[in-house]
């Protein structure tokens, strides 16, 4: 039988067959990679840094990591370089690998020339990678070497790295420090990203035979479609797209082995033509307990989307700056084609997933037992109240607030989001239900913790009092009542003292 070899004549049902045939490595290239792979790292162990007076020290290579597409089993047939990364004693710290790789690449591009003769292998096209900035200090270098049996070289890109790292174990979190002293290095985003070389490995190699399937359609459509039609626009990276792709397969199918290949393609071209809405992360290897890199995570969570943030480095947002316009405009007329159709003519159905992930709320009402609910923290307030106010049949004004890191309480108005407070993981949100003309008062205590009343403008402080009596078990005699540095008067109304509408008063005790 023949098979359809451009992927828009392919109907969706053949998609997994369009795979096999024409995206799958097959053994003899994957051998030759390997080959290319050992044959390069012999030579950056054994010869390249051998030289006793270079930068006055003996260099060292403490290993040397597969990186890229080759590195997380996700190669195209005939269609991937090989990433080496090689991490070496000179770097000491991240600082240290900016002021010295350039030399580092200088002197691999001499040894290679040099060498050149010597080797077991026929390099071509020795280059080194110029960053787009002035003033940066190169990368990385590539160079081709010619396979013994396939008829195409095998490009092969050198990048030095500092092993932040160290010894890790794949299945182990890195210490927080490693991500402190990243952000506290203060470099550019994503500079760094190659000392976290094994960890975006990790995270894409031991997944599913399948998603791996999908992510070289991805990539194939990526690079035919897109980027051979455009090769001098800024475009998002390959790894943007695979984190994308990972993103829809674990949001739509809650990481399911065995899954319609034509769904989650369907899904991925959703996603990218609604890419303004996308906001991505992962807490697989950092997340929000240390503070240095919590507050780091979360302004870069503030900045403008697409935001799909690297699993290895939160300094890399691999969606900033790039042209996704070009990718959704190419994404909308691929979902016109026949691989997003069935054998019947209709529109094959996307996955259930939100370019951004939905976050846990915990809602918190007195008399109320904890109630939790999922909302997407782009949304305004105003959509979460009507919620609550259809599940609970609530008729009054609700009132949303949360306590922040001060202790202070923040109140959720209407069209205010939870992501523009930089909240993107699981909160407790404090619900008050106030009838006309009660309003909300925040009664600050002595942990430092806030509570919200509703009152009565025209109620005496002693009222407020029995309150926090009854929430709090303070007794109304030991309370200390201030606002705006003043002692309130049991017998004078909050409208005496000027409190208006979520004003806070500060609880003491006598």
């Keep these: 039988m023949e098979f359809f070899l451009d992927l828009y004549q392919t109907p969706a049902q053949r998609l997994d067959a369009f795979v096999t045939q024409n995206l799958q490595p097959d053994v003899e290239w994957k051998e030759e990679v390997d080959d290319a792979f050992k044959r390069v790292e012999r030579f950056l162990r054994d010869r390249c840094f051998h030289t006793q007076n270079f930068l006055d020290e003996e260099i060292r290579v403490k290993k040397v990591v597969k990186g890229g597409s080759t590195g997380k089993g996700t190669t195209l047939n005939h269609g991937s370089d090989v990433d080496l990364v090689i991490f070496l004693s000179c770097f000491s710290s991240f600082r240290q690998q900016t002021k010295l790789r350039g030399q580092i690449i200088t002197h691999v591009v001499e040894m290679l020339n040099k060498c050149r003769e010597s080797l077991a292998f026929d390099i071509q096209d020795i280059t080194v990678k110029q960053p787009l900035h002035r003033g940066v200090t190169p990368r990385s270098l590539y160079f081709y070497i010619q396979a013994r049996r396939m008829s195409e070289p095998i490009e092969i890109n050198v990048l030095p790295a500092f092993d932040a790292l160290g010894n890790l174990a794949p299945d182990e979190k890195p210490p927080s420090a490693v991500y402190e002293n990243l952000i506290k290095s203060g470099s550019k985003a994503g500079e760094f990203s190659t000392s976290f070389t094994e960890l975006q490995r990790n995270f894409l190699k031991q997944r599913p035979a399948k998603l791996k399937s999908l992510l070289r359609l991805v990539k194939h459509w990526y690079l035919k479609k897109v980027k051979a039609k455009c090769p001098r626009t800024f475009l998002p990276s390959k790894y943007a797209l695979e984190l994308l792709t990972i993103y829809a397969w674990e949001t739509g ?11 989650g393609f369907v899904t991925v071209m959703e996603l990218l033509k609604d890419y303004d809405n996308i906001c991505i992360y992962w807490t697989t290897n950092y997340n929000f307990e240390n503070p240095v890199v919590r507050d780091f995570v979360k302004q870069k969570l503030k ?25 959704a405009r190419e994404a909308a007329h691929c979902l016109k084609q026949d691989c997003c159709y069935d054998e019947n003519d209709e529109e094959i159905q996307s996955w259930d997933v939100q370019g951004t992930r939905n976050i846990q709320v915990v809602l918190r009402q007195s008399g109320w037992e904890d109630w939790r609910l999922w909302v997407n923290p782009y949304d305004p307030s105003w959509k979460m109240k009507n919620k609550i106010r259809q599940d609970r049949e609530l008729t009054g004004q609700l009132r949303l607030s949360f306590q922040d890191s001060r202790g202070e309480r923040q109140l959720l108005r209407g069209s205010d989001t939870l992501a523009q407070y930089g909240i993107f993981y699981r909160i407790v949100l404090f619900l008050l239900e106030t009838f006309s003309p009660e309003i909300q008062i925040f009664v600050k205590g002595l942990n430092n913790h806030t509570k919200a ?4 403008p025209d109620n005496y402080i002693q009222d407020l009092k029995e ?44």
């Excluded at 935001?307 to 700056?321: M, R």
């Design 253 to 263: 199918t809650e990481e399911a082995e065995n899954f319609n290949t034509e769904e």
């Design 303 to 327: 900045e403008n989307r697409p935001i799909i943030l690297d699993p290895a480095d939160p300094t890399n947002n691999v969606g900033e700056g790039k042209r996704w316009d070009v990718v």
């Design 453 to 456: 009343f509703a009152a009565d």
């Design 467 to 510: 309150k926090i009596e009854e929430a709090r078990g303070l007794p109304v005699e030991s309370q200390l009542l201030e606002f705006q540095g003043q002692i309130l008067e049991d017998y004078k109304s909050l409208r005496h003292y000027g409190i208006q509408d979520s004003d806070t008063i500060i609880m003491s005790k006598w």
